[in-house]
Nanobody
């Protein structure tokens, strides 16, 4: 499996912003890339996904606040997070491998390649 490496997590106050990045060598052009998060005691949930044609999908809880994008030159997947809320606190993971036709539903079981995660903590 190709290694995915996340970075950019940290602690921020509510209303602040963070930009997460995922180094994705040789995967940046794949059919589907996504971001997931998991808070303590909760199931992992899909946050955003981007298909190879550029179509994006977002969880309702982050629409209008988060933006997923790809930087082909840097082989990197990004997640810009604005207007952060305490309930956004979680470990964030990037993932690859979902089929093109399943990409927009952001289902963790469609993805077979995962990074180790980066922690995001939002304080009130």
């Amino acid at each position: 499996q190709v290694q995915l490496v996340e970075s950019g997590g940290g602690s921020v106050q509510a209303g602040g912003s963070l930009r997460l990045s995922c180094e994705a060598p040789r995967l940046i052009g794949s059919s589907c890339l996504g971001w997931f998060r998991q808070a303590p005691g909760k199931e992992r949930e899909g946050v955003a996904s981007i298909r190879s044609d550029g179509t994006t999908s977002y969880a309702d809880s982050v629409k209008g606040r988060f933006t997923i994008s790809k930087d082909y030159a840097k082989n990197r997947l990004d997640l810009q997070m604005n207007s952060l809320k305490p309930e956004d606190s979680a470990m964030f993971y990037c993932a690859a491998g979902a089929p093109w036709h399943d990409c927009l539903r952001i289902n963790e079981f469609d993805f077979g390649n995962w990074g180790q995660g980066t922690q995001v903590t939002v304080s009130s």
